[in-house]
């Protein structure tokens, strides 16, 4: 299982912290997000956006980063801190 | 070497903390801190207060990653990142970046980039309470822009 975790103004969008979805292996994160909007279809147009940012067990990554089971990735909007 | 590193609710002295970085520190001659604190006025909205969100496992990862490629870049001694997180009001410190080095130019470059990649790739989003309700505040591709320069 994957942990996804959502912050800030995604996770108001959603309306949930987190998920905990199964995965295949080689799943990238993109395929991760095209995931979980067909598994909560609410969620198509939050997680659409361009602008959302992945961390994979704590550190930034791309898009096509693959993630494995036991994994936290974190979506969430561009930080704003400072 | 030192580096600190807090997130926290708490607040923080400036004066106290740049005691601290001066304290049995006779090898630096340059001392350059930051306060960010809580403006009234956001894009020429009036602002009353603002929340800071956090990823707490993530954060003084991130920030000690931040931290790490200034050492690699600069020849600095003592560094303190605190950043504030949860309900603030007007003119409440909201965070502090402090750098000692042997001479100014490092301090200063340093305390710069340190706030420059906190501001992109820190995971806190600030959420401004405003005479006409909440807004989350969008990045600024300035920053982006300015961040990338180093």
Do not use: C
């Amino acid at each position: 299982m994957l942990t996804v975790l959502f912050f800030a103004r995604l996770r108001e969008q959603l309306g949930q912290a987190s998920v905990r979805i199964a995965v295949n292996e080689n799943t990238t994160v993109e395929q991760v997000l095209t995931q979980l909007k067909e598994e909560y279809p609410d969620w198509q147009s939050p997680l659409s956006s361009n602008n959302i940012l992945a961390a994979l067990n704590q550190q930034m990554v791309s898009k096509d980063t693959v993630v494995n089971a036991g994994d936290e990735l974190a979506f969430f909007p561009p930080v704003t801190g400072g | 070497m030192s580096t600190k590193v807090r997130v926290s609710e708490a607040d923080f002295n400036a004066g106290d903390e740049i005691a601290l970085l001066q304290a049995n520190n006779q090898a630096d001659g340059a001392v350059v801190t930051f306060t960010g604190r809580v403006r009234k006025q956001n894009e020429g909205q009036q602002v009353t207060g603002l929340f800071l969100e956090h990823y707490p496992a993530m954060t003084a990862l991130s920030l000690n990653r931040i931290i790490d490629s200034a050492r690699a870049k600069w020849q600095i001694n003592k560094v303190t990142v605190i950043h504030r997180v949860g309900q603030l009001n007007l003119g409440d410190n909201i965070v502090f970046v402090g750098v000692t080095s042997a001479h100014r130019g490092d301090a200063f470059a340093a305390a710069e980039f340190i706030m420059d990649y906190l501001k992109i790739e820190a995971p806190f989003w600030k959420k401004e309470t405003r005479t006409d309700g909440e807004v989350w505040i969008d990045a600024r591709q300035s920053d982006q822009d300015k961040a990338i320069t180093w």
